[in-house]
Nanobody, 114 residues
Framework: QVQLVESGGGLVQPGGSLRLSCAAF????????MTWYRQAPGKERLFVAS????????NYADSVKGRFTISRDNSKKTLYLQMNTLKPEDTAVYSC???????WGQGTQVTVSS
């Protein structure tokens, strides 16, 4: 049974930082490219970042370029999203997704507010 479990969300002030994690269970994690998406209240789910299976290449939405960094540790079967200089518009539920496997995590809430 494949499971993706996110953690690390919370409430942070504008300009602050958070690091999200996505732990994978029941799969050959290192074989798969991984992505992060986010969904703000009342809006569609949007792509945030992606990373290749070995971690050599990454891609970002324009709205987070220069502020967010996606990474992975295949020995720990864990995906990360380092989020810096957070803005109120980054408030959303963040979910990890493995496109080739077709599995989503349950999501973790990030709220940026003073």
């Amino acid at each position: 049974q494949v499971q993706l479990v996110e953690s690390g969300g919370g409430l942070v002030q504008p300009g602050g930082s958070l690091r999200l994690s996505c732990a994978a269970f029941g799969c050959a994690f290192s074989d798969y490219a991984m992505t992060w998406y986010r969904q703000a209240p009342g809006k569609e789910r949007l792509f945030v970042a992606s990373i290749t299976s070995a971690g050599g290449r990454s891609n970002y939405a324009d709205s987070v370029k220069g502020r967010f960094t996606i990474s992975r540790d295949n020995s720990k079967k864990t995906l990360y999203l380092q989020m810096n200089t957070l803005k109120p518009e980054d408030t959303a539920v963040y979910s990890c997704y493995a496109p080739r496997m077709g599995y989503w995590g349950q999501g973790t809430q990030v709220t940026v507010s003073s």
